[in-house]
């Protein structure tokens, strides 16, 4: 798969996990369920892992103020040293 074929496989699941997102993981449930919680944690970290990959290949598409892949990136990392702290 040559680069801009991966940066493009790794939009597409970008989406399909902010769809899912919006979805399925609504706010007011996450209190009641933590399976809505911990689904939602996944996705935002796959999302991020995902951000990584194409800031290593496209670095004008990462940096790009509109998008602000960059934000997203650094919640995953907050999500990372908070899950650490709490396990």
Do not use: Q
């Amino acid at each position: 798969m040559n680069e801009s074929n991966r940066v493009l496989y790794y939009l597409t699941n970008i989406y399909k996990y902010a769809v899912h997102m919006r979805d399925n993981c609504k706010y007011e449930d996450m209190d009641e369920d933590n399976n809505i919680l911990y689904a939602a944690n996944f996705c935002i970290i796959e999302i991020g892992d995902m951000i990584s990959r194409i800031s290593e290949i496209d670095k004008e598409l990462y940096n790009n103020d509109y998008l602000e892949l960059y934000s997203i990136k650094g919640l995953r990392n907050r999500l990372h040293m908070l899950m650490a702290i709490l396990m």
